[in-house]
């Protein structure tokens, strides 16, 4: 009896085998070029588990016929990397693919480099970390780096009937008959992991009994049962994460509704509600700000209901925070302006503070001959003195740029023209 899992047991064995990623292993693709040619170079696989990059590096050493040996950062020593280039030294050539990469210590970094520059090992670097933030400098100058998307329903559906048809590798001897609705749930819920994806088939395979005829029959309701919930991917601290988040504001800050509300539901499914909440309230000064300036206390009470009910009700204030949001006018006018400012500060563009806005307003200042001081803006019938506030290396600086997006704020610049237009007279 083989015990080893069926999505091992179907992993490809050469490029043709692939399912998906065309844009490395196809006809045109860099990957298929360099095993033509057999000239290969190390190389960084990156992107979500389960979508074939330990099935590339073996379809590589398949089509190449080159020694391929298969090892762990984290759990494998330097003593077990010395076997592998001592076998390099003696074959010539080894592939050997490196998982979890990114958590490489230096110590095995330095043993592999010289190796690597020789051309004795072929790395193939394997992570589901960006490895432009993960991977040391040393290790990634070394070798190329390649994405790997998420494989879509109808790949994921091509992996399971190859499963099914196959004889010896697969489950054809079993006699399966599988509702189509049933396979359908395998491919959609599987969220883009194959290996998730063939493993819960296999399951339902062997826990259910043959019938009279002896044919395995798999139902939806057993799909369900051997694929809970799908296999939903969301790693609080992976990139794919950030990815979310940074959709998730820019669906809203693009007015996208129906994405933006898309994007909430796949964080909620992860339940990082202080992720979102934290997300919503930057949105809602930064994207939205002065265009609907009583944005961001909505926000923050819609925040303050959705803490305070947990999840699942924290669903419903949150997302009338995001439809809001959504549909509200657009202004990052006040986070333009505090950057500008800042920006000068940052090059040393202060000045001196007038003397007349010094503390204990200091009368000395000089205009035209004349003494001024400062003139209090309340005594005024209107409320407003023109007057000269910032330090004379920076007094016609401008950096705020009112919008003219909503009503709100094409009053704040009717006010804001009318004063400076006063306050360049001086």
Not at 112 to 122: A, S
Not at 192 to 202: K, S, W
Not at 262 to 272: F, K, M, N, Q, V
């Amino acid at each position: 009896m083989n015990n080893e899992p069926l999505a091992s047991r179907m992993r490809p064995q050469n490029l043709d085998e692939i399912i998906s990623q065309q844009h490395l292993v196809g006809p045109k693709g860099i990957i298929r070029r360099m095993v033509d040619s057999k000239r290969l170079t190390s190389m960084i696989f990156y992107g979500p588990p389960g979508i074939g990059k330990t099935s590339i590096a073996k379809a590589i050493a398949g089509s190449t016929q080159f020694k391929f040996r298969q090892l762990n950062a984290v759990t494998n020593t330097k003593k077990d990397m010395q076997m592998v280039v001592e076998e390099a030294k003696m074959s010539g050539q080894v592939i050997l693919l490196l998982d979890e990469i990114h958590r490489l210590d230096k110590a095995k970094q330095d043993f592999l480099l010289p190796h690597l520059e020789n051309g004795k090992i072929v790395l193939i670097g394997a992570t589901t970390s960006n490895p432009y933030h993960a991977i040391n400098p040393a290790i990634r100058s070394r070798a190329q780096i390649f994405e790997l998307y998420a494989l879509d329903e109808n790949d994921i559906r091509i992996a399971l009937e190859r499963a099914l048809s196959e004889k010896d590798r697969g489950l054809a001897d079993y006699n399966v008959n599988i509702d189509d609705d049933a396979l359908q749930y395998f491919s959609t819920q599987s969220q883009g992991d194959v290996r998730a994806a063939l493993n819960a088939l296999e399951l339902a395979v062997l826990s259910t009994n043959p019938d009279e005829n002896g044919e395995v029959h798999i139902t939806l309701q057993d799909a369900e049962d051997c694929l809970q919930k799908g296999s939903f991917m969301s790693d609080k601290d992976g990139d794919m994460h950030y990815d979310v988040m940074s959709a998730f504001q820019k669906s809203i800050r693009g007015s996208d509704t129906d994405a933006a509300l898309h994007y909430l539901a796949r964080l909620i499914e992860a339940g990082d509600l202080p992720t979102i909440a934290r997300r919503l309230l930057v949105i809602s000064y930064e994207d939205i700000g002065l265009a609907s300036p009583g944005a961001g206390q909505r926000t923050l009470a819609a925040i303050e209901a959705a803490e305070r009910l947990g999840f699942p009700e924290a669903r419903i204030p949150l997302s009338q925070a995001v439809i809001e949001l959504c549909l509200s006018p657009k202004s990052n006018s006040g986070i333009t302006a505090i950057d500008a400012a800042l920006s000068d500060i940052r090059k040393g563009n202060a000045g001196q503070v007038p003397d007349h806005i010094k503390d204990g307003h200091y009368t000395g200042a000089k205009k035209l001959g004349r003494a001024i001081g400062y003139q209090y803006p309340h005594n005024s019938e209107n409320g407003f003195i023109p007057q000269q506030y910032l330090p004379d290396k920076l007094k016609n600086r401008q950096y705020y740029h009112p919008k003219s997006t909503s009503k709100a704020e094409q009053q704040f610049k009717q006010i804001y023209d009318n004063i400076s237009k006063q306050q360049k007279s001086l």
